[in-house]
């Protein structure tokens, strides 16, 4: 198949119309694929991927050599989080379109306090279930499912990355681990009674009623988490980018003990959801459970008149890295263990579905930077801690706002800080409630758009490099940065303003505990990109693309228009 990368178009375009990085398939080719699998591996960056390379002798090494893999492939959008993400990968579109712009967000009023809002919360405020109401656009899985009697399957460790990869249509399967109760669940915003999938609802009930995730832990991990090969040592030659354990112990996760072995129960025996959770289990039972449907003889996936879509998102790979840092060898033992789980996956499909029926596409919601106080970034926290006993850039931009408008010391006229949107007090402005202390003048959002350049200047300046005003959006200039606002700015969502952060500055809630994503540059934006499946000759792609080109690609592969 030919190639061609988009992001340039993408980013000048702003995202008019995905477009596909393969060739358009001959309608003979379109029938041929009865199966096509996205794997998203929450948090990889391509150059971790490329570190740890000598090291995986399973399915990550087997995509790695027979797989079209570009390696020039960034998200153009502002914040490098899960849901935005992952609603690219599954839309082919940047949050300007698909209204995700970050994790969280909030709702701003004139009226009513401002209230922060979940990017799988529901529209309308009260709902308790989780769903895809936020999202703006239609997925791969929705056109799939309009247009064939296809089945979209969406299984993950976290809400999220199953929501938004599988998309709007009630008919889809989307199943998530609830570390609660350490079972897969499911929304209301789904049908579960759907004839189309009523099979793989019952089989996925199987799942959880044989409490296989507690038996899964007790045969993988019966002593605790230890390293699948005690002797890979971080100094072992073949692979890079790993700091000896003394290094990194001051900036690590201690929930479940420094070092191997992580217990994984409580003193009374019983299994630590959050243990189990935030280790390489929790891909493990997606993986188990994606095998059970794959072989389930009833379900037939990929076997029938239409093809089919399986959605796996990893999650483990990006908890234990918010918990140790990319550079641990808790990092690298899950994904030498997510290497054996997809080697098993694959093999499963090519023994049910057949090689030349398969389109595998393996990509990442974001990269990773490595831990600040050892790579010379910066930690900007979001919010204060007992622990930290630092401002945060909140607190910060209040207290420079308040001396360059003439407010008392204590007022608060930035409310929040998401995903580098800035939100004002609206309500508090609206009314009249915030006045400057030597007139009594009340202040408007024009006087806070006017002084707030320069309080970010004052405030951060060694962390955002510049601001954007929401209000001045067609006055924007141009650049890579401010083009990646554009793609970001969803009316009516976005912030106030969008803080545009310097290289290696890590926004985060977490006091100096392992590292974490976000910012718009390297490496928290390069991601890898597979292609493996009929047409896609191994070897590698130097051309500029982004995770946005999955969609398309993958629906041209199966005859369907994104349009």
């Known amino acids: 198949m030919s190639s061609r990368g988009v992001l340039g178009t993408l980013v000048l375009a702003f995202a008019l119309a995905p477009r596909s990085i393969a060739a358009t398939p001959e309608p003979a080719d379109s029938d041929a694929i009865r199966l096509a699998v996205v794997i998203v591996v929450d948090g990889l960056g391509e150059t971790e991927l490329r570190q740890r390379a000598p090291l995986f002798d399973g399915g990550l090494g087997r995509l790695l050599r027979e797989s079209t893999a570009y390696t020039n492939v960034r998200f153009p959008h502002l914040a490098t989080e899960t849901a935005p993400g992952h609603a690219g990968i599954s839309t ?57 009697s296809s089945r979209v399957i969406s299984l993950s460790g976290k809400a999220r990355s199953a929501i938004f990869l599988a998309g709007r249509d009630r008919r889809h399967v989307a199943y998530w681990l609830d570390a609660d109760k350490l079972r897969f ?72 003990g420094l070092g191997f072995p992580h217990r994984l129960r409580t003193s009374t025996g019983d299994l630590d959801h959050f243990a189990v959770e935030s280790s390489p289990l929790n891909d493990t039972f997606v993986s188990e459970l994606a095998r059970r449907l794959i072989s389930d003889e009833t379900l037939r996936l990929g076997r029938g008149d239409d ?29 030498r263990r997510l290497d054996r789980e997809i080697g098993a996956l694959l093999d499963l499909l090519v023994a049910t579905v057949g090689r030349a029926h398969l389109a595998v596409a393996l990509t990442a919601d974001h990269g990773f930077q490595p831990i600040p106080e050892l790579s010379g970034g910066t930690r900007l926290y979001v919010q204060s801690t007992e622990s930290t006993a630092l401002p945060d850039a909140v607190s910060r931009l209040n207290g420079c706002l308040a001396l360059e408008l003439g407010l008392p010391p204590d007022t608060r006229v930035v409310t929040g800080l998401y995903g580098w949107n800035l939100y004002y007090d609206h309500e508090a402005l609206a009314s009249g409630r915030i006045k400057r202390e030597v007139d009594g003048r009340s202040i408007r959002v024009t006087d806070v758009d006017a002084a707030l350049p320069k309080a970010v200047r004052f405030a951060l300046p060694r962390e955002i490099r510049s601001t954007l005003l929401a209000r001045q959006i067609d006055r924007w200039p141009t650049g890579r940065l401010e083009d990646a606002a554009r793609l970001t700015f969803f009316p009516g969502r976005s912030g106030d303003a ?44 130097p051309e500029a693309t982004t995770p946005y080109d999955v969609a398309p690609t993958i629906a041209a592969l199966v005859g369907v228009d994104l349009g």
Do not use: C
């Open 185 to 256: 669940v499911t929304s209301p915003a789904y049908d579960s009674n759907e004839p189309r999938t009523a099979a793989l609802h019952r089989v996925i009930r199987q799942f959880n009623e044989q409490d296989t995730v507690a038996k899964l832990v007790t045969k993988e991990m019966p002593g605790g988490w230890t390293p699948l090969d005690p002797t890979a040592e971080p100094t072992k030659p073949g692979f890079s980018g790993v700091r000896s354990a003394s290094e990194l112990r001051a900036f690590q996760d201690t929930e479940t």
């Open 498 to 541: 969008l803080l545009l952060p310097h290289p290696r500055v890590l926004l985060t809630r977490d006091p100096a505990r392992g590292s974490g994503h976000g910012n718009p540059h390297d490496p928290d934006a390069n991601v890898p990109l597979l292609l493996w499946g009929p047409g896609f000759a191994p070897g590698t792609r």
């Open 307 to 335: 093809p089919d879509l399986l959605l796996l998102s990893f999650s483990a790979h990006d908890l234990v890295s918010h918990g140790f840092g990319i550079e641990s060898s808790e990092a690298v033992e899950v994904l």
């Open 92 to 148: 082919g579109q940047p949050p300007s379109r698909t209204g995700i712009i970050a994790n969280t967000w909030r709702v701003r009023a004139e009226h009513t306090p401002s209230r922060e809002v979940r990017s799988t919360d529901p529209p309308i405020e009260g709902q308790p279930h989780p769903g895809p109401g936020q999202l703006a656009v239609p997925t791969l899985g929705d056109r799939l499912v309009e247009r064939r």
